[in-house]
């Protein structure tokens, strides 16, 4: 399933800070903690939690915050669909680099384990 140049702009245009809490809700619904919402986004991104909280309030796009991220090396190895989406055949960089994010916090909240999560395992 290929992202079109609409749903690119509109993932591009959307911030930060309209996502977030929902991505909390998400993982505490399922006795995830806020602090290993954190480390997850801090493993992907590079982010530090004072950096993090300045996105936040700046209410940057996806877009400028992919942009000043750091991604990790191992980035690469977040694979299969989220929302009916395969993150590897997705060709627009940022769109994937969201559905990364998308697809870190969903096996967080899913339970799996944090080391399998940040692909060190």
């Known amino acids: 399933m290929n992202t079109t140049q609409k749903h690119n702009e509109r993932i591009a245009k959307m911030t930060f800070a ?3 809490p929902h991505y909390v ?3 505490e619904k399922k006795d995830r903690t806020k602090e290993e919402l954190h480390q997850v986004i801090t ?4 982010y ?3 950096k993090l909280q300045e996105l ?5 796009t996806f877009e400028k915050f992919f942009e000043d991220a750091t991604l ?4 690469q190895f977040i694979k299969g669909v989220i929302c009916g989406y395969r993150i590897e055949e997705i060709e627009n960089t940022l769109t994937k680099q969201v559905r990364y994010l998308d697809k870190l916090i969903d ?3 899913k339970g799996r384990k944090m080391e ?3 692909r060190t395992a």
């Open 18 to 20: 309209s996502v977030y």
């Open 25 to 27: 809700t998400k993982v």
């Open 43 to 46: 493993w992907l991104t590079g």
């Open 48 to 50: 530090d939690e004072k």
């Open 56 to 60: 936040i309030n700046n209410k940057v």
């Open 72 to 75: 990790n090396s191992n980035a």
């Open 107 to 109: 096996e967080l909240a």
């Open 116 to 118: 399998k999560i940040l």
